[in-house]
């Protein structure tokens, strides 16, 4: 099924303050056939504004599709009516989300899994983590990252593989979340991890996280936008630098990147659509990097990247074509 979530928004639409669950309103579109993809994409962008959270999967076994907004305040059904004109004849639902405790069901929802050498369960768990594989606990929360996406799971990949061949001693988690990477990498090479989040949210889940992980001595996190904070700048260069972001902000780092990654360090970047590769790829060259290898999980691809000093030739590399004696 072809399910679709707004990335950096995944998380429950229900939140505990002290004891009372904050109330939430949906906004729910429902069409009767599957829409083509720039169709889609307008919907989503016009109703994402009233809400903190989308959601956008097909149902009906993919003949029709569904688009869901929360909110915390009860959205306006005329602006809401005013944003889809443009649109076509949509009929969107406003409605209170009934009381539930979406959290935790979320949280029971979500089965242990393995990427690579790890393994990774809720707090609902109460089996045991397999024989030689790291376990972490991540619940579902207010943060990204529980390593399901294709993009958490590529990076953790990805860097597992570069442990097999490079002796990491100083890692940056840059967009922590949850601070799923930053705890694989201290787990699986046994170093300190500074990672930073520009969400306060994000910083406060990733902390709580590294104290059920008992990691909160050698993982590091702070509030920090992109690569700015004084101890990231003051603690480069760093030897595997990973990011699970969006395209957007990867491109707009990339100097940053570039000025903080080491000599001979890899960078493993994420967040982005295979038909974002090369723009994103684009960026980081002009910044002096160079493509080391690169993973693909369905339509999500992960970059790994090291310092270009000098050109060399990978399986993405195109040889240009030979040139005729005599050619200009």
């Given at each position: 099924?072809?399910?679709?979530?707004?990335?950096?928004?995944?998380?429950?639409?229900?939140?505990?303050?002290?004891?009372?669950?904050?109330?939430?309103?949906?906004?729910?579109?429902?069409?009767?056939?599957?829409?083509?993809?720039?169709?889609?994409?307008a919907?989503?962008?016009?109703?994402?504004?009233?809400?903190?959270?989308?959601?956008?999967?097909?149902?009906?076994?993919?003949?029709?599709?569904?688009?869901?907004?929360?909110?915390?305040?009860?959205?306006?059904?005329?602006?809401?009516?005013?944003?889809?004109?443009?649109?076509?004849?949509?009929?969107?639902?406003?409605?209170?989300?009934?009381?539930?405790?979406?959290?935790?069901?979320?949280?029971?929802?979500?089965?242990?899994?393995?990427?690579?050498?790890?393994?990774?369960?809720?707090?609902?768990?109460?089996?045991?983590v397999?024989?030689?594989?790291?376990?972490?606990?991540?619940?579902?929360g207010?943060?990204?990252?529980?390593g399901?996406?294709?993009?958490?799971?590529?990076?953790?990949?990805?860097?597992?593989?570069?442990?097999?061949?490079?002796?990491?001693?100083?890692?940056?988690?840059?967009?922590?979340?949850?601070?799923?990477?930053?705890?694989?990498?201290?787990?699986?090479?046994?170093?300190p991890?500074?990672?930073?989040?520009?969400?306060?949210?994000?910083?406060?889940?990733?902390?709580?996280?590294?104290k059920?992980?008992?990691?909160?001595?050698?993982?590091?996190?702070?509030?920090?936008?992109?690569?700015?904070?004084?101890?990231?700048?003051?603690?480069?260069?760093?030897?595997?630098?990973?990011?699970?972001?969006?395209?957007n902000?990867?491109i707009?780092?990339a100097?940053?990147?570039a000025?903080?990654?080491?000599?001979?360090?890899?960078?493993?970047l994420?967040?982005?659509?295979r038909?974002?590769?090369?723009?994103?790829?684009?960026?980081h060259?002009?910044?002096?990097?160079?493509?080391?290898?690169?993973?693909?999980?369905?339509?999500?691809?992960?970059?790994?990247?090291?310092?270009?000093?000098?050109?060399?030739?990978?399986?993405?590399?195109?040889?240009?074509?030979?040139?005729?004696?005599?050619?200009?």
């Amino acid at each position: 099924m072809d399910h679709r979530v707004a990335p950096l928004r995944v998380g429950p639409v229900m939140t505990a303050v002290g004891d009372v669950m904050q109330v939430l309103w949906s906004i729910r579109l429902k069409l009767y056939a599957k829409p083509a993809e720039d169709a889609r994409l307008a919907l989503e962008n016009a109703l994402e504004p009233f809400g903190e959270a989308i959601s956008s999967f097909e149902t009906d076994n993919g003949k029709g599709w569904l688009i869901e907004v929360f909110s915390q305040a009860k959205p306006a059904a005329r602006d809401v009516a005013a944003a889809l004109k443009p649109l076509g004849d949509h009929q969107p639902e406003i409605a209170r989300v009934p009381d539930k405790d979406w959290l935790a069901e979320s949280r029971r929802g979500l089965p242990e899994f393995k990427a690579g050498p790890f393994f990774f369960y809720g707090s609902h768990f109460k089996g045991n983590v397999p024989k030689n594989m790291i376990g972490l606990e991540i619940d579902a929360g207010m943060a990204f990252g529980t390593g399901r996406h294709e993009t958490t799971r590529g990076c953790l990949l990805a860097v597992a593989r570069l442990a097999k061949t490079r002796k990491i001693r100083k890692p940056l988690d840059i967009g922590t979340g949850t601070g799923i990477l930053a705890f694989g990498v201290a787990r699986l090479c046994n170093v300190p991890v500074l990672a930073g989040d520009n969400d306060a949210d994000a910083v406060r889940v990733a902390r709580g996280n590294a104290k059920v992980n008992k990691l909160a001595r050698q993982v590091r996190i702070l509030r920090s936008d992109g690569y700015r904070a004084k101890a990231i700048r003051d603690g480069a260069p760093y030897d595997l630098v990973t990011a699970n972001i969006l395209a957007n902000p990867l491109i707009e780092l990339a100097p940053d990147l570039a000025r903080v990654l080491a000599k001979d360090g890899r960078a493993v970047l994420s967040g982005l659509l295979r038909e974002q590769e090369k723009d994103v790829l684009a960026a980081h060259v002009a910044a002096g990097l160079a493509l080391d290898f690169r993973i693909r999980l369905g339509d999500w691809s992960v970059l790994v990247l090291r310092k270009g000093k000098t050109k060399r030739l990978t399986r993405s590399t195109v040889l240009p074509k030979p040139r005729r004696r005599g050619a200009a």
